[in-house]
């Protein structure tokens, strides 16, 4: 799934894009992509006519501001976007298309059809209701250690599964979750009230550090995650752990483990992190 770093770059690459652009149509060939209460049919009438003007990023979330409303966007597992001139073949997987006045075309891809659409009247943005929920954004403005903390103490979750709740914090997926675990030398599977203050305090240092390189790099390419402007992510050079089992730790050698936390895969060091088992049965 891209998480913040790559919905980032994405972003970046399409306000080059297509920043000003006017949208003279759209297709939609999968539904369900378009959630209530706008039907595919009304979501298809209402953007003609409308101009990007700009896109931005909650969380993993991209929100397109037009004219008179603002699109919000998931890509989920493996969603993303192309910009490609109007008479270029389709692509497999091609489910959503918005026709641009310069005869290109926006088109959104996705092999697991997950990704979805949200339109909110632009005066009413800010009341999309999953947009609501999240936690502050992982940089040092908004992302306080006093607040960190307080909601560390409020669960005995695993810290792993509790950093990757979007209400925490948002942007934290998988990969930049066990990054940060690691460069703070905290199990994945440590209840999240029984870490202490300097742990809390490495543990949130290590998140804004780890999504600023990450974002720095443009993400990290594991699968298929390409950007808008079809280059792959560079972060993955630089991932410590994730996707590292039987390698060598590069702190101290020992051989990177991989388990689950609640049911996510999870690469760790058993020395430099301590071992699953001292926490197995508190999972």
Known sequence: MPELP???????????????STITGV???????????????????????????TIERRGKYLIFLLDHWAMVSHLR???????????????????????????????????RKFGRFSLIPIEKRDEFEAIK??????????FKVEAFQDSLSRTG??????????EVVAGVGNIYADESLFQAAINPMKPANRLNQAEAERLHEAIIDVIARAVEAGGSTIRTYKNTLGEAGKFQVALKVYGKTNQACPRCGTAIEKTKVGQRGTHYCPQCQGPISDYQKKE
């Open 133 to 142: 929920k999240l936690g502050p954004e992982p940089t040092a403005s908004f």
């Open 77 to 111: 597992m493996e969603g993303k976007f192309e910009v490609t001139p109007t008479d270029t073949p389709y692509k497999k997987h091609t489910h959503v298309v918005f026709h641009l006045a310069d005869n290109r075309d926006l088109r959104y891809l996705d092999v």
């Open 27 to 53: 297709d939609v060939f999968w539904n369900r992509m378009i959630t209530p209460p706008f039907s595919s049919e009304k979501f298809q009438e209402v953007l003609v006519g409308e101009q990007i003007h």
């Open 6 to 20: 790559e919905v980032e770059t994405v972003r970046k690459g399409l306000i080059t894009l297509i920043g000003g």
């Open 157 to 166: 979750r695993a810290i792993k599964t509790t950093i990757l709740d979007q």
